[in-house]
């Protein structure tokens, strides 16, 4: 079992500490499971108070003994009732809180209340996007986790060569390049989070309705195997000549891969290789020209462009009211993390930022081709995290 | 693709709407997954007005295509943005809505925010507890659903027994289990509704790491792959005469099972066996006395005085403070649904109700043994869905 170390739980802290002051906050409660990982290192049932300065203080809930031994944060408290937080933080000295912040995009809105009731002379702020700023630049620690996830997304990419057969349902390729992932540590979950959205861990679409567009915000969402899902594997079989597009994810300590490559049992129709060539086109022009200080809506508006100018403009990044306005995605503990790399994004990428860049086609009534891959930020440019395939993979009939 | 009917529709909502009209409530505005999906027959993202009296309007951002599909309701709109909301409603003749009702159990603060400045004139007020009573009573459509997820978790519980091998890991075991699963149809995803509760499809456990106690509202946890996740299977591999715990569901068509078999490679320890034994007569205490107006508390008591007559009682479901103070809840397309059959419960069973029972027994540094059956509430007593397994399964070596 691999723990956070103490010294990126304080450098995480410190750079939130900084953050807050410049906003004039005064201190923050932590509640989300994955902030009170990123901070704390652990999960258990908490909440995690950081003041503008000084030492923090991880109240627990359930289980104590093992948030003590999770997490390397030193001021460690049982909590028994959530009302008893205010009682706890005077005892550490800290009366009043001016403004305390909350993560608002995701706090449930009744315990929103239930805050306001128990700091009722505090005002609150939403600090979400503090937080999520600070976590969108990786330390070595963190990069060598997504390595760690990337890896893993390579060899399963690798094996589903050998596994997919004709016939098969895109469920069935689903369960078997899961499995796989799970062998090799996979940790089943990858936490996205924007409200009602619902990460998959992998969307295996082939054929028209892979075209199909739904409630996620993503380019390709499929049919799914019901009205009640709506999105990835469903029954449909893979047939022969027509793109099959596995997009697939694996969680190492946490930490997520995003990885999407285009398979075909037989040479695919023209119009599917000739679109692929297109996004490797758009891929390899982004690898030369993003880097520190390049904005997310520059590396956007230059991919659009060289959709159109390959004349795939109409279906790149979704069809119709499928479209979404952005072209990659920050990556960490979440899949929907900063930078977005779209539409009127002023954020520019800065060194240590990852991100997944997925340039992708959607033909709606004939299916979709797609490629994804996970990428660093250099001092100078960016650094290619995943190795397999820059080919639309044709497998044997 | 099997769409919600639209009698199921009508008669959900009516019920809905007797209670807003019975709580004063003069309509409300539905945002979440399986509330729109339990009301409207679809997850596309949307808002689902509700008035007290008349028909619904469904306001649809993505996909309208596909959400005029899904759903079988009659006004269904196309949303532009969020702000328009008011504005559709007011042409739809609701001008002033004096208290609007909110899933405040789960919608994030920064919505609500939103909404109070859309309707700055109105009141709002939580109707979640509305929601999942009238959710707690299943149809008979919803039965059917529950039925094919139940078929299939007892055929992949006995597909297990093939598989299962000393030396294997439990992430192993995992993933075979869900790939069969996944190909009979399996949608791979188990909704929860409590905050920060993640719910895992599977909890495969073995040996003294199958008793760690952790966040969720589990009895059974397990230490899980990493500190991130924390919970279900980890590295650890099963060996012969420890119990292989196995908490297994599916999903179809939106509708879960929930079920816990116990295996051991040659005989385990005699305190698990006699553990066992003392956990199915728990079970078969309840199944002759349990049944319509019993209330959850009364289950619960009788469990726990059953566990202390046997000596168990320490172990029961959970161990120090990993004990959670229930024995069973309801599931249909959430896997924490209302009834809960637990301390100071005082909600009685009714007929159509579905609850999984689970008494479980954790014996902290040695292991877990647990069994859990899905019931339907009949008019006399409850019937059990679930198939197989009264006993403790004891593999060849």
């Known amino acids: ?71 390397a944060l030193s001021n460690i408290i049982l909590l028994e009732k959530v009302r008893h937080i205010p009682g706890v933080l005077r005892d550490g000295g800290f009366g009043h809180i001016g403004t305390i912040g909350l993560e608002l995009d995701v706090l449930p809105t009744n315990y929103y209340f239930h805050f306001q009731s128990l700091f009722s002379r505090s005002q609150f702020t939403d600090v979400s996007r503090l937080i999520l700023k600070v976590r969108s630049i990786k330390s070595d620690y963190e990069i060598r986790q997504i390595r760690k ?43 996205i989070r924007g409200w009602n959205q619902e990460m998959f861990h992998c969307h295996i679409l082939s054929g028209k309705k892979g075209a199909y567009s739904s409630f996620c915000t993503s380019p390709v969402c499929g049919e799914g195997p019901n009205p009640a899902i709506a999105q990835g594997a469903g029954a449909q079989r893979v047939r022969r000549g027509e793109p099959i597009y596995i997009d697939f994810g694996v969680g190492i300590n946490g930490y997520v891969s995003d990885e999407t490559r285009t ?20 891929k390899r022009d982004m690898e030369h020209s993003a880097g520190p200080g390049v904005s997310g809506r520059a590396i956007y508006r230059r991919a659009v462009e060289l959709a159109r100018a390959s004349g795939f403009e109409d279906y790149f990044m979704g069809h119709g009211e499928g479209r979404v306005p952005f072209v990659g995605h920050g990556i960490g503990l979440e899949i929907d993390e900063l930078p977005l790399l779209g539409m009127g994004i002023s954020t520019r990428l800065e060194e ?46």
């Open 1 to 71: 079992m691999e723990y956070t170390p103490e010294s990126e739980l304080k450098s995480r802290i410190q750079r939130f500490q900084d953050s807050l002051r410049g906003q004039g906050v005064d201190g923050a409660l932590i509640c989300q499971n994955v902030d009170l990982f990123y901070f704390a290192g652990t999960v258990q049932e908490s909440f995690l108070f950081i003041p503008q300065q000084g030492e923090p203080t991880l109240m627990v809930k359930k289980s104590y003994a093992r948030a003590t031994r999770e997490s």
């Open 149 to 191: 996830a990337v890896k893993i997304t390579d060899e399963v990419m690798d094996w589903a060569k050998e596994i997919i057969r004709e016939g098969m349902t895109e469920l069935e390729i689903d369960g078997l390049l899961f499995s796989q992932a799970r062998k090799k540590g996979h940790q089943g979950r990858l936490r």
């Open 263 to 282: 398979f075909s049992i037989g040479k695919p129709h023209r119009l599917f290789l000739r679109g692929f060539e297109a996004l490797l086109e758009i």
């Open 352 to 397: 240590g930022m990852v991100f997944a860049f997925e340039p992708k086609l959607v033909f709606p009534g004939k299916g979709v081709v797609g490629v994804e891959d996970v990428y660093l930020v250099s001092s100078h440019g960016v650094e290619r995290l995943t190795l397999t395939g820059d080919q639309l993979v044709i497998l044997p009939e």
